[in-house]
């Protein structure tokens, strides 16, 4: 990734670093009426600069990749992403029951993540009071939900509704 389109981080370093020279030069200069200056003296601040330009490269090209990871992530899905807006639309309106067929339409059509099944068992845990369809949920849960990540946001859910472990 590093090495793709290089040339003009290259290109970039060397007109810091030349830029680098002139500012040093400049706000120096009366240091450098001290020490004999030559042709040769040059030269070797030249490629000092350009060997420190190095790791200002790679500086560079991190900041490059964050940017760019930030407005156009390097994330790939195979399908598109649940939209839970619905089902919170009608969490939020009190309709406590589309909500839950909302989030039972993502858990079908999402059987591997764990948020469906977080926000039903929450909803009866919260508003119905009713411990038992919140252990059926996950009971079902449980059984579509394999990643370890999401199986540990599902479980520590439970453990919290239930006090159970």
């Not at 706000?27 to 060997?51: D, R």
């Not at 059926?136 to 479980?155: M, S």
Request: proline residues 5%.
């Amino acid at each position: 990734m590093f090495w793709r389109g290089i040339g003009k981080y290259i290109l970039l370093g060397i007109w810091i670093c030349q830029t680098g020279l002139v500012i040093l030069f400049g706000t120096l200069l009366e240091f450098f009426h001290h020490i004999p200056f030559t042709f040769g003296v040059y030269l070797k601040i030249k490629a000092l600069s350009y060997l420190l330009m190095i790791p200002f490269l790679f500086f560079f090209q991190g900041m490059v990749d964050f940017c760019q990871n930030l407005f156009y992530p390097s994330r790939k899905f195979d399908r598109p992403q649940p939209v839970y807006s619905h089902a919170e639309r009608f969490r939020l309106a009190g309709e406590f029951k589309e909500a839950i067929l909302a989030y039972h339409e993502l858990a079908e059509q999402y059987p591997d993540l764990a948020k469906p099944f977080v926000a039903m068992m929450d909803i009866y845990d919260l508003e119905y009071h009713d411990a038992q369809a919140v252990r059926q949920i996950y009971q079902r849960a449980i059984q579509t939900v394999k990643d370890p990540r999401e199986r540990k946001i599902l479980d520590q859910a439970y453990q919290d509704m239930t006090k159970e472990g």
